[in-house]
C-alpha cells in the first residue's frame, strides 16, 4: 500500500504562484511513478504532470511551461510548482501513484484525498 497527502492548495489572484507537495509512505522502498491531476465539479479528472523514476516528465499542454513537477526521493515527496496561475487552473489538485507508467492517463492505483486551488481574476 502506499498512502498520499497533498498539501499546499489555496486561494491566490491570477499570476500568482502555489507550490503543491505530496507525501508519500507506505511502499517507498519500491519508488512509484507519479502524477498530478486536477477536477472540477461536473467534469472528467485531467492530468496535469507526471514524473518518470530516471525524472523524466511530461505536461498537459495547458500548464506547460508554466507548471513543473519535481520530486526529492530523500523526502519522499513529490512537488508541483504552479506559476502564472490563471481562473481557469481553479481545480481539486490530486497526486497519484502507480508502480508502472500511467502518464496522464488517470489509471494510477494510488490517490490523494486531494488539495484545493482557487485563482480569482
Known amino acids: 500500500q502506499v498512502q498520499l497527502v497533498e498539501s499546499g492548495g489555496g486561494s491566490v489572484q491570477a499570476g500568482g504562484s502555489l507550490r503543491l507537495s505530496c507525501a508519500v509512505s507506505g511502499r517507498t522502498y519500491r519508488r512509484q511513478y507519479m502524477g498530478w491531476f486536477r477536477q472540477v465539479p461536473g467534469k472528467e479528472r485531467e492530468g496535469v504532470a507526471f514524473i518518470d523514476l530516471d525524472g523524466g516528465a511530461g505536461y498537459a499542454e495547458s500548464v506547460r511551461g508554466r507548471f513543473t513537477i519535481s520530486q526529492d526521493n530523500t523526502k519522499n515527496t513529490l512537488y508541483l510548482q504552479m506559476n502564472s496561475l490563471k481562473p481557469e487552473d481553479t481545480a481539486m489538485y490530486y497526486c497519484?501513484?502507480?508502480?508502472?507508467?500511467?502518464?496522464?492517463?488517470?489509471?494510477?492505483?494510488?490517490w490523494g484525498q486531494g488539495t484545493q486551488v482557487t485563482v480569482s481574476s
Open positions: 497519484a501513484a502507480d508502480s508502472v507508467p500511467r502518464w496522464l492517463l488517470p489509471r494510477y492505483q494510488y
